[in-house]
């Protein structure tokens, strides 16, 4: 009972300590005026003492407040100042913050733009771990928080599939950073891009590869598969970036099944869809097979042609390499008798 007593100490004692600044900040009226604005600096204990930085005391991020009440006004903090690969105060860095510093976002507030910070993605004092279901980086809560900025892209993400996927508790289900990434959110042109269309494929991949995630979707899993046999992908790995990849057909956000009357991939959709590339592309287009493996019998007249050029590539070469080596049979044999 007596080390239960000390944990609990231990664990509280950071708070108590803090106590002596939520003398002022713990009042909801306790702010100041800036720019002819009122500017809260309320903090909820309560939030406090329930996020992932309750061991922490407020000076280890307000390094620079030495003296109550403050002689200056503090700095804005950073969370990067702790969340650095090798940080001895065991902040996280799995999610490599630092990568922050090269995403889209952070080049947006160089320019001097309003973009997001750490904060407003994580919250302020209010910060709990991703497998929090109160956190707002929690799974089903990232299209919320992406959303506060990215409103159309929400909008159209709450009509797709992967959302619908996610209210039916299948987690495994895509949301706005298993495609844009946590913190080197780039934009596609950017190479180093997880949508740029060299790496579109990837990026679907590590959800539609994946087996056991699929079969709780009930979508196959060959499809990427057989995107990358299909001309579409082999062009697209020789380097032809404007080949078609997935988002060209099923779109970006608002990704629907081939059932739904709205999915650009719909059989009535799909003229108008293949048209962007192909201009000439009629109602035929719904006729054929998507995705298909030349290998598997279902394929249909594709297996059967794909078998005959590989047993007819065989025969030749083999028929080849025979006449070769009775060629050269005959040679060393008339060598051998003079002739």
């Known amino acids: 009972m007596s080390l239960l007593l000390v944990f609990i100490f231990i664990l509280q004692a950071p708070l108590e300590e803090d106590r002596r600044c939520l003398l002022c900040h713990g009042k909801k009226d306790f702010g100041i005026v800036e720019d002819g604005k009122f500017k809260s600096l309320y ?19 307000h390094n620079d407040v030495r003296v109550i009440p403050h002689l200056i006004k503090p700095k804005k903090i950073h969370c990067l100042q702790c969340h650095f690969e090798g940080n001895v105060v ?83 289900s895509a949301v706005c950073n298993d495609c844009h990434r946590e913190h080197d959110v780039l934009p596609p042109e950017d190479p180093r891009s997880s949508l740029n269309p060299r790496n579109v494929i990837k990026t679907c991949e590590k959800c539609h590869a994946n087996v056991e995630l699929m079969k709780k979707t009930g979508v196959p899993v060959k499809q990427v598969e057989a995107y990358k046999e299909s001309f579409h992908g082999i062009a697209l790995e020789f380097g032809v970036l404007k080949a078609a990849n997935c988002t060209s057909c099923h779109e970006y ?11 650009p991939i719909h059989p009535d959709n799909l003229p108008k869809t293949c048209g962007k590339c192909h201009p000439n592309a009629s109602q035929n287009v719904a006729k054929g097979r998507i995705h298909v493996l030349p290998q598997e019998k279902e394929s249909g007249i594709i297996f059967y042609v794909y078998n005959f050029f590989k047993i007819f590539t065989f025969l030749v070469i083999t028929g080849l390499i025979i006449h070769i080596l009775l060629d050269l049979y005959g040679r060393l044999r008339r060598r051998k008798h003079g002739e």
Request: glycine letters at 8%; proline letters at 6%.
């Open 43 to 61: 903090v909820s204990y309560e939030e406090l003492k329930n996020s992932v930085h309750k061991k922490f005391l407020c000076q280890q991020c």
């Open 90 to 172: 065991g902040a996280p860095t799995e999610k490599k913050p630092e990568k922050y510093k090269e995403s889209i976002h952070e080049k947006g507030k160089r320019e001097g733009k309003k973009v997001p910070e750490c904060m407003d993605c994580h919250g302020i004092h209010n910060v709990r771990a991703p497998e929090d279901s109160l956190s707002s980086v929690y799974k089903k809560n990232v299209p919320s928080t992406c959303g506060k900025c990215h409103v159309n892209q929400r909008e159209e993400y709450e009509i797709s599939i992967h959302w619908q996927g996610i209210n039916k508790g299948i987690m495994g």
């Open 253 to 263: 956000h608002k990704i629907l099944p081939q059932r739904d009357p709205r999915s």
